[in-house]
């Protein structure tokens, strides 16, 4: 498929499948059956941009005229949303959350940006009650757009967006050759249950194992090898085995799914292009640290999590880009799963050919227990590290500066008499300084101490790292 197809569909469409303005234009997008995979989905011309536009034009007509009687902003097909009688005076109560709604975005009352962006990212409590709070949750079923309060986009629901730009005979094609590869993939290639990690249910895996089905996951990422963020990142090692065959899966596996990497793409640029630029340049930069798992000139998120009939506790996805989105999909015919984002609130009735861009580095989510059938997943992910790598910096010492530089020597002559745009000490002062510089690393513990008393004048390094 082509990518300018792909760009041209989601550009042309303006995102209306999400942003649409009328209880015409859900009527259109709910005519396919809702719980039908992907693979078994009529024809996807009803999303073509210009019907979707006729629709939104005749109905933005009966909706000027409702407001002018209303006398206040419109609030339109909020119950073809939601259950019918949350509505209440213009705001829809979502589990224990209050959100302000139209038929184009749910903005959270109760939380800014601020919350979740501002400072270090917030720990994740235990809870061992989160399915208990989970089934409290109204289930989202349509495309959403969940924002803070300030209005920043924390969560984009794209109900089928895996369809856009396609045919109905395409999106089954292609539907059928990822479900064929992760099929092959975990013929050759065993999924790996995770030990000690909180996210993620190993006990599950015996009542998998009684059904004779697979159960765990891969990573296929590019990323930094714990406590050597300032080395060249390499491959995770479940990205590299040593079997052949078990590495061809893997090569077939990237190969036979890089179409969803191309959607996915096309989605985030239109959706945020500046993050999509950063994360497009850094991918295309890493084409040959990559190697096997680059999926394209389109692509650009490093990381790839399969998950095969695995799904995840509460947690916070801390090494990832902070402000960054987290694409995932799925496929199977399952029951359950459902995406949830306590924080917000929301949870979400994910089903294959639907889409969810999140902010999972700073929102606390997981994913319901699989009820019946199988379900496989992927979640593409950029790790902050690798979007912007760790350089060495010696901070200025001076009290209020916050220039930094690559060596002491440059420190120092900035410190000096000599400098133009400095702070022009004498000489005992800026030794004075020195003894003081701190080599800051990207908010690591590592610092180092530097001793100018020397016959020569030359810079003595007497201190010592102290890794974390």
């Not at 979740?116 to 949750?137: H, M, R, S």
Request: glycine fraction near 8%; hydrophobic fraction near 30%.
């Amino acid at each position: 498929m082509q990518s300018s197809t792909v760009e041209s569909h989601i550009n042309q469409s303006r995102f209306q499948i999400l942003y649409r303005s009328s209880q015409a234009a859900l009527k259109a997008l709910r005519k396919a059956p809702e719980r039908s995979p992907l693979t078994e989905r009529g024809n996807a011309s009803q999303l073509d941009s210009s019907s979707l536009k006729r629709q939104h034009d005749d109905s933005e007509a009966e909706g000027e005229a409702k407001t002018s009687q209303l006398g206040k902003r419109r609030r339109t097909a909020v119950e073809p949303l939601y259950s019918k009688g949350l509505r209440n005076r213009g705001t829809v109560v979502v589990g224990n959350g209050k959100f302000s709604a139209t038929v184009r975005e749910l903005v959270h009352e109760e939380k800014d940006s601020a919350y979740f962006l501002k400072g270090p990212i917030k720990q994740v409590k235990p809870n061992p009650d989160y399915l208990n709070e989970a089934a409290t949750l109204n289930l989202i079923k349509e495309s959403a757009l969940i924002k803070t309060s300030d209005g920043k986009p924390m969560i984009y629901f794209i109900k089928q967006g895996m369809l856009a730009g396609m045919m109905a005979d395409m999106a089954k094609k292609l539907a059928s050759q990822s479900e064929q590869s992760f099929k092959d993939l975990t013929a050759a290639y065993k999924p790996i249950v995770p030990a000690n990690d909180p996210r993620h249910r190993g006990e599950e895996k015996e009542k998998w194992s009684k059904r004779g089905l697979d159960y765990g996951l891969f990573h296929f990422a590019l990323w930094h090898m714990q406590c050597h963020v300032y080395d060249k990142p390499i491959l995770s090692q479940h990205s590299r085995p040593l079997s052949e065959a078990k590495l061809k899966a893997v090569v077939d596996h990237m190969k036979n799914t890089s179409w969803e990497h191309e959607i996915l793409s096309s989605w985030l640029k239109a959706l945020d292009y500046p993050v999509w630029q950063e994360y497009h340049k850094s991918y295309q930069g890493l084409k040959g640290d990559l190697e096997h798992l680059y999926q394209g000139p389109q692509g650009c998120q490093s990381s790839l999590a399969v998950l095969i009939n695995m799904t995840v506790g509460p947690h916070k996805d801390k090494g990832d880009v902070k402000d960054g989105l987290v694409a995932t999909t799925c496929y199977g015919d399952f029951e359950g799963a459902h995406a949830v984002f306590p924080e917000l609130h929301t949870k979400l009735d994910q089903r294959p050919g639907d889409i969810v861009l999140a902010m999972s580095a700073v929102l606390e989510h997981y994913i319901t227990p699989i009820e019946s059938g199988e379900r496989q997943g992927h979640t593409r992910f950029t790790k902050e590290d690798i979007l912007h790598p760790h350089e060495k910096r010696f901070d200025c010492p001076f009290e209020g500066c916050v220039k930094g530089f690559k060596t002491t020597s440059s420190v120092k002559r900035h410190l000096g008499p000599k400098t133009k745009t400095g702070h022009a000490l004498d000489g005992v002062e800026v030794n004075k300084l020195m003894s003081k510089t701190k080599l800051s690393m990207n908010k690591t513990k590592e610092t180092e101490t530097y001793d100018l008393e020397t016959s020569d004048g030359s810079e003595n390094v007497v201190g010592s790292l102290d890794g974390e």
